[in-house]
């Protein structure tokens, strides 16, 4: 651990702006994500139960050629890591293999006092969509299953194979969160001091490796298992996820997240993640952190995916929504 110290977190904005561009279909998302796992006042409506650790992030060499933003050009800057279950489901078992969707895992740098830029991924590559409204009659067909209607998700994925192909890519459950590998949603714009620009995607893998349990191994573990182990396994020994950009070649769709690029893309490694300790995400100011897609930083721009910006939208959206909730009292994360 460098000696950099966490800057104060209280009153840090999730965008300079703070304005949802575009409101209706932002409402009209985190309308279907509430039908889908319901409301739970105080909760994220997706990634509802998570934790977070806290550590630094150390550039390599070749980030600061990539990008002119500030984390790639300076020694170490402190960063916050919430991982967490997938769903809007605040209690869903940690080792459910029928309901383990992709795990997710947010990043935020702090820059500075009131300064930061934040990464969102999850531990599947890609995304079963490309847009936000077909995001919204995705979860409608999830919601009609709930409902006695399995046809209609038959009916939406034998329109959208990529959404098919998501939901049916084998998702198992790791044996922590440390040794689970995790994939941004949409690609970014990434631009130097020369002014020379790459479209890149990021990714994030434990230098330990990945490790995944059997769904037998997974039954035999308790529902919270992912939760109880990691403060454990912090307190022995740091951990660290190495942090890589897979690079567009020409012809590469950087503007759809549900179109992946083939492995054989060439991968320059940004920099190391360094977890220390989990912390208490049941502090106040940690408790009202939302976390946004869009980097929002000098260096690092949106590719033009839609996705990224209605995502950005849904997650103010919604973290205004969750503030308003805790200003209540609530003690949740």
Partial sequence: ??????????????????????????????????????????FRPAHAKGLMCS?????AP????????????????????????STGLPNIP?????????????????????????????????FPVHTGQEFVELMHAAAAIGAGRPEAMGAFLAAHPRAKKF???PK???????????????????????????????????????????????????KDFLFDEIGARLTKTPVKFGVFVQLAEPGDD?????????????EVRFGTITLT??????????????FDPLPRIDGIDSSGDPLTDVRADVYLLSGRRRRAALGDGGKHA
């Fill in 167 to 169: 939901i049916e890519a």
């Fill in 62 to 85: 070749e980030a600061a050629n990539l990008t002119r933003a500030p984390h790639a050009n300076r020694p170490s800057t402190p960063v916050t890591v919430r991982f967490s279950d």
């Fill in 277 to 290: 300790a989990r912390v208490d995400d049941q502090e106040p100011e940690r408790r009202k952190i939302i």
């Fill in 172 to 222: 198992p459950i790791p044996t922590s969160f440390t040794r689970e590998a995790f994939y941004a949603v949409t690609s970014f714009k990434f631009s130097n001091t020369d002014g020379v620009s790459r479209h890149g995607r990021f990714r994030m893998r434990p230098e330990a490796g990945t490790e995944y349990l059997s769904n037998e191994q997974a039954a035999a573990k308790s």
């Fill in 254 to 266: 950087a503007t759809d997240a549900s179109v992946t690029w083939p492995d054989s893309r060439k």
């Fill in 55 to 59: 550590g630094t992030f150390t550039p």
């Fill in 94 to 126: 940690d080792n459910d293999p029928t309901r383990s969707g992709p795990r997710g895992m947010a990043i935020r740098f702090h820059l500075g006092e009131h300064a930061h830029t934040d990464l969102v991924a999850h531990s599947t590559n890609g």
């Fill in 1 to 42: 651990m460098t000696n950099a110290t966490f800057p104060k977190i209280s009153e840090e904005k999730p965008a300079p702006t703070g304005t949802v561009t575009n409101q209706p279909l932002a409402q009209e998302v985190l309308d279907a994500l509430d039908a889908t796992s319901g409301v739970h006042p105080g």
